[in-house]
Structure formats: C-alpha cells, structure tokens
C-alpha cells in the first residue's frame, strides 16, 4: 500500500507542514523553520557528514515539541516559552522535509531539537518506530535526548527501541545544575543517575552524558574532575561524555569557551579515564542554536497563528 494508507491504517494523523524559511551554511549544516497547520513553527536541522564505511551520512535533528518548558538557562527555545506537543506525524514530517530540501537519505536522526522528548514520549516513540521501519534508518542511528523527566527512563527502557539515550548533564554537582536546568530542582542529580544505571541494567544500552561547556561557568579542570568522581559513583552503567562548546544564543549570559579550555577539560576526563568526546556545534551561521532561528522569525507573529498556551 502507499505510505500514506499504511499511516492511515494504523490510525496516525497525515498531512505535511510547509517550509516557512530556510537558511544554508557555508558546511552544508541546512535549518528549515516549518510552519505547521494551525501556523505555529518549528525548526528541523540537516547536517551532513564526511564519507564513512563507504556511505555520506546526512543527521536530521528534529523538534518534538512547540517550544520547551524546560527553561534551560543557555537555551533560545526556552526563551520563546512552551505551546504544545508535536503529533506523532508532524515528528516524522521534518525528516521527510530535511530528505527533500538536502536531495538525499536520511541516516541519522537525533531528537535534539526543539522542546523535551520524553515529555512527549508517545508520539516520540511513534515516530522512532516510523523512521525505523518506513525511512530505512537503523535504531542505532537514532538519538532520543533529555535533560531528565522524572519517571520516563523506565518507560522508555520498557519500549524496548534499541535507539540511544542521550542525557544532558551540563554540571558535576547539584547546585552547579539547577543554576543551568531549573527542573533539577525537581529531579536531582543523583536521583537521575541512579535512574540512568536502572536503565542500563534494563535495556544494556550505554547512555550517553551531554555537557554543553560554558565559559567560565563550568569548564574548569575541577569541573572535569567532579564530573568524572560523579560517574565513578555511578559506575554500574557503561557510558560516554560528549562535550559541546556552547553555541552562542542573543540575550544570554553566556559565553563560549576557549578551545584551550575545551581541550583542557577533555584531556582531564581523558586522564581519569572518562570516555570522551568533542561535539562541534555545525553552522553557526544558520543560526544553528536550537531555537534562534524561531525566535527571530517569531518576534512577529506569523499570520493566522494562535497565540501560544501558557
């Protein structure tokens, strides 16, 4: 049957949203702004990649969210406050625009986009499974990121996805972390590592530590030293750092890190036997940041669209 019948069957909603506004940078990173059927908009990110075993490998970062409630300091989607979720269809929708706009495959996909997947696990879940069985694209090569929703790490270990869990860390301590992510008040560091080993235990799966340095805030070596005693407390899950320098966002109060400094705090996980990596952030002329680009074409409101829920 055609794609859109199979949809239909299993009773997901169809129908595509328009690409509102795109911009390219100089690496090929593409950022689509689309505008959805009641006209609120979100953001979908490709991002080419070097050959690799023979293949281009093409990401597609896709919101799961209008907005985030999350209100993550350094973050311009939390900025621009929280509307709704995303339907399982309009998830699914912004790899299908990323594979038309970039003239080739989707490889990859990383829910790393605008708003909390796991806040939205359902129609997150729903998607994975359509980007696995009708994309072509491995499990594997799926990311589902969070800063931490209590009581979710074990419903997402029970859906059994075999796709990646990325959690964003961001701070080695408590205090450091509710400073950044102010939900931390609500879910603790440690509370969200010991939920992080239950998963492991449950699913094998590694998890993979975000940690986006901010200069001067937490990208010192005694940072890099705490965080590594952190994992070592909790060290019943195998598990990878991947460091990203922050992505400058308009209105924060932050800055990027020096690439000494960055180098300095790899090479301290390094030594203390941290698996480790760096994450470029890609196109930083494209407004890459997530959010930046949806906030600067919303600063006036498109037309038709619906004020935004509380």
């Known amino acids: 049957k055609p794609l859109r019948e199979r949809l239909e069957a299993r009773g997901l909603r169809v129908g595509r949203s328009e690409v509102h506004h795109r911009v390219e940078a100089p690496d090929g990173t593409t950022k689509l702004l689309l505008r959805l059927g009641d006209g609120r908009v979100v953001e979908a990110v490709g991002i080419p990649a070097d050959r690799q075993e023979g293949r281009a490998r093409l990401t597609a970062c896709v919101s799961s969210q209008v907005g985030c409630a999350m209100a993550c300091a350094f973050c311009a989607t939390g900025k621009g406050g929280f509307s709704r979720n995303l339907a399982a269809h309009e998830i699914m929708d912004q790899a299908l625009h990323v594979q038309e706009a970039m003239g080739r495959r989707v490889t990859n996909v990383v829910f790393m986009g605008m708003g909390e997947p796991l806040a939205n696990l359902d ?16 499990a594997r090569n799926i990311t589902i990121s969070t800063v931490g929703v209590p009581n979710t790490l074990e419903r997402l270990a029970r859906l059994r996805l075999q796709s990646v869990l990325a959690v964003s860390l961001h701070a080695p301590n408590q205090e450091l972390r ?43 070596k005694e940072h890099a030293r705490e965080l590594a005693g952190l994992l070592r407390r909790h060290r ?41 990596s760096v994450r470029e952030p890609r196109g930083l002329e494209a407004a890459a940041a997530c959010g930046q680009l949806r906030n600067q074409h919303q600063k006036e409101p498109l037309p038709g669209e619906a004020s935004p829920a509380a």
């Open 123 to 138: 129609a997150v879940a729903a998607a994975q499974r359509f980007m696995n069985r009708e994309m072509g694209i491995g």
């Open 178 to 220: 509710r400073r950044i992510v102010p939900t931390a008040a609500a879910y603790p560091l440690e509370a969200l590592l010991d939920d992080c080993q239950r998963y492991f235990r449950a699913t094998s799966r590694r998890v993979s530590f975000e940690y986006i340095l901010l200069g001067g805030l937490n990208d010192a």
């Open 236 to 276: 019943q899950m195998q598990s990878h750092v991947n460091l990203i320098p922050y992505n400058p966002v308009d209105g924060a109060d932050f800055q990027r890190p020096s690439r000494n400094r960055v180098r300095a705090f790899r090479d301290e996980l390094r030594a203390l036997g941290v698996p480790v």
